[in-house]
Every structure is written in structure tokens, then in C-alpha cells.
């Protein structure tokens, strides 16, 4: 049985470095769809389904089959693959790095000053042009966390796309540890670290999102304890999806935590505020609430706009929708003791008007470490759809 599951194991590592070999062969490789030269279009789409297909496999067989340290092993090879790729499937490195120049070069506030004041800096030249004349629309820990590439890379956009590339990488890494660790369980690691989609997204595409994700994997691996509540304050100066799902994690304990967890909650969540309006002043604030607004083609809310409804009214549904969701699970919680963070975060994904294919790391982190078949099923589902709606061309 062990040779069997190597074998699964070994054929999730073989696809992914397929298609890491087709995207060689796309150009450009840094949007999508990606959509590779000759022959090398099919090796990018059979790639990616059998890539599906193994890591399936590997969440169905893990269970009771799948030795852990064999699951580990997979999942960083699968993480580390696009390493080895060029820049996949967006750009918005270059927006993290004109963020960060204008804290770090031109020292300016990012909440006041767009990235298109400095028309000449290379950040910005590289930066998509939608939305170089818009503030920074995240938080604090956001803007810290992109300047540290920055502050190595110097004026090269070629080191700062790796650079921003490994720090993601080590983030889902981080995670996967996290997970081997806590939970000693091989499915946990092998839904998060054999996903295909993640780890074109993150060693591939260089988004910061992962370090969210994992914010939320140690407050649930290490729940009611003064390491889960800072996570939780950490992960919600990044964005607001963790202090959106926390109130979940509130009403599974119905409000008994222990007092480590409140003081470390509320300690560090008015440290990261009193810094970050010492820093920026209370703009920060207004920004972080607001984040990023606008439309993609693979949301909820863009197919109910296609279906005739005004954007207005289709962004009022997917809102109801959610909060009819939400509503369900805060009274499951309350009821059985089971906060679903990763159901929740699969509905706020697909009732979003900006939803874009990286999201899909906040449902299967969670699921991986709440170890709910439900969730699981609901994520994979998610990120099925999200990388062949986004990453091939139709």
C-alpha cells in the first residue's frame, strides 16, 4: 500500500513540474489565462487536471493509507515547484512593491500617497495601471509584511517577483509544519500542501494572502491560548477576513476562553493600533474596513450581473446571501460547539463581488486544520473552479 500512495504522491510532484515546464513556453506567463505555445498548451491543461486528479487521490487515500511523512515530503515538493517558473498568473507583486516604495524610498504614507505620484519609480512602472491611483486599501501588518522584499530587492522587479515568491512560499511552508505538528494528521497536510492551485499561486504568483491563511491555522491549532489570540489580532492587520470569522470562534466557546486569550487578543490588537496610527495616522483604519473594491469575472455577484441584475442589486444578494450563511453557521456554533471558519470562508468567497483564484488559500488552510469533510469538500470544490475558470483559456 505504501508503493501505491508513493505512487499517487509521485504523480502529484510530475504534474505539477509539467506544467511549471509549460509555463515556460506562455508569454506572457504573469496574467491569465496562461495559454502556452504549440504542444505545450496541452501539456498546461493535461498538467493541471491530472494534478487535480492526484491530489484528489491523496485527500481520498490519506486517512488511514498515507504516511505522514510521505504527505509531508509531496506537499513541499508540489509548493516548491513554480519556484522554478517564471512569475504565474497576476501581477500584483508589482503593486505590493510600489506600496512598499513609497513607505520605503519616498517616504510617504501609502493611505494618503498612491503609487502614481512616483510615475518613474520602477514599482510603479510594473505596477498593473488600474491600480496604481489607489491608496493602499489594506492593513498595517499588510504593509509591513510587502516591505520586506523591498527592502532587499533594491530597484530590480526581477529579484523583488522572487523575492515576494519565496516569502510566500515560506508562509504556506510555515502552515504545512504547523499542521504536521499539531494535528499529526497526513490528510490535514496533504489538502493543504498537495493543492495545485495554491502553489502556482503563492511559490508561482507571490501573494501575500498565505500569511492570513496561516494566522488562522495557529489561532485554531492553538485555540483558548494567548498564541491564538494574537494570531487572530495579527491576521486581522493583515485583512479583515479573520476579525469577520472570529466571531465564530466566539461563539463555539460561548465567550469562555481563558483569560490568556482575551488579554492576548485585545493586547495585541491595540499595540498593532496605536503603531499603526502613531505611523499613518487614523487613515489606516478607514482604508483597512474598506479594502480593495471592484469586480471579477469568477464571483457570484459577476454572474448575477450577467444574468441581467444591475451591479448594485447583485452586490445587495451576494451580501444577504452571505449574512444568511454566516447567520446559520453563528447559531451552529453556539449549538454544537463547531465554529465551521472554513464553510464561512468558502461562502464569503463566492458571495464576493472581488473574487480572485489565491482567496481559495482561506477555506483550505481552515479545512485542513478544523478537519471537517464538509468544509473540505466545499474548498476543493472552490478551488477546482477558481484555477480552471481563471488560469485556462476558453
Not at 502552515?175 to 493543492?195: E, Y
Not at 466571531?247 to 493600533?273: D, N, Q
Not at 482604508?287 to 469568477?298: E, F, N, R, Y
Request: charged letters at 10%.
Amino acid at each position: 500500500m505504501v508503493r501505491v500512495t508513493s505512487l499517487v504522491g509521485i504523480g502529484a510532484v510530475a504534474s505539477m513540474i509539467a506544467a511549471v515546464a509549460a509555463t515556460h513556453h506562455a508569454n506572457p506567463a504573469d496574467g491569465s489565462p496562461i495559454d502556452p505555445s504549440g504542444g505545450w498548451g496541452v501539456v498546461w491543461v493535461a498538467a493541471l487536471i491530472s494534478a487535480f486528479a492526484f491530489y484528489g487521490l491523496g485527500v481520498l487515500i490519506a486517512r488511514r493509507r498515507l504516511v505522514l511523512w510521505i504527505a509531508i515530503s509531496v506537499a513541499v515538493a508540489v509548493q516548491i515547484a513554480p519556484l522554478a517558473g517564471p512569475l504565474l498568473l497576476s501581477r500584483d507583486v508589482y503593486l505590493y512593491w510600489a506600496e512598499a516604495r513609497v513607505v520605503t524610498v519616498h517616504h510617504a504614507n501609502p493611505y494618503v500617497v498612491t503609487p502614481s505620484r512616483y510615475a518613474e519609480d520602477p514599482g510603479t512602472r510594473e505596477a498593473s495601471a488600474q491600480w496604481r491611483t489607489q491608496p493602499e486599501p489594506y492593513g498595517p501588518g499588510w504593509v509591513a509584511l510587502g516591505t520586506l522584499p523591498t527592502l532587499v530587492a533594491g530597484n530590480s522587479h526581477a529579484a523583488v517577483q522572487f523575492l515576494y515568491r519565496i516569502l510566500a512560499t515560506i508562509g504556506m511552508l510555515g502552515g504545512l509544519a504547523i499542521l504536521a505538528c499539531r494535528t499529526r494528521s497526513a490528510r490535514s497536510v496533504v489538502f493543504l500542501g498537495w493543492n495545485p492551485l495554491l502553489a502556482l499561486h503563492f511559490a508561482g504568483g507571490g501573494h501575500s494572502d498565505v500569511w492570513i491563511a496561516l494566522a488562522m491555522v495557529v489561532s485554531v491549532a492553538w485555540r483558548n491560548t494567548s498564541v491564538g489570540g494574537a494570531a487572530w489580532s495579527i491576521g486581522s492587520s493583515l485583512k479583515g477576513v479573520p476579525a469577520l470569522l472570529l466571531p465564530l470562534e466566539l461563539a463555539r466557546a460561548r465567550g469562555h476562553l481563558s483569560r490568556r486569550f482575551w488579554v492576548s487578543l485585545a493586547g495585541t490588537g491595540l499595540a498593532i493600533v496605536v503603531a499603526a496610527t502613531a505611523i499613518f495616522g487614523p487613515r489606516w483604519s478607514t482604508a483597512s474596513l474598506i479594502g480593495a473594491h471592484g469586480t471579477s469575472p469568477i464571483g457570484g455577484v459577476h454572474f448575477l450581473t450577467e444574468a441581467g441584475l444591475r451591479h448594485r442589486y447583485a452586490v445587495l444578494i451576494g451580501a444577504a446571501v452571505f449574512v444568511s450563511i454566516y447567520a446559520i453557521l453563528l447559531r451552529e456554533a453556539w449549538q454544537h460547539a463547531r465554529a465551521r471558519l472554513s464553510l464561512a470562508a468558502s461562502a464569503l468567497c463566492m458571495c464576493s463581488s472581488l473574487l480572485r483564484p489565491w482567496y481559495a488559500i482561506w477555506p483550505v488552510a481552515l479545512a485542513a486544520v478544523e478537519e471537517d469533510g464538509l468544509a473540505e469538500a466545499a474548498a476543493f470544490a472552490l478551488s477546482v473552479y477558481v484555477l480552471f475558470a481563471d488560469a485556462i483559456p476558453l
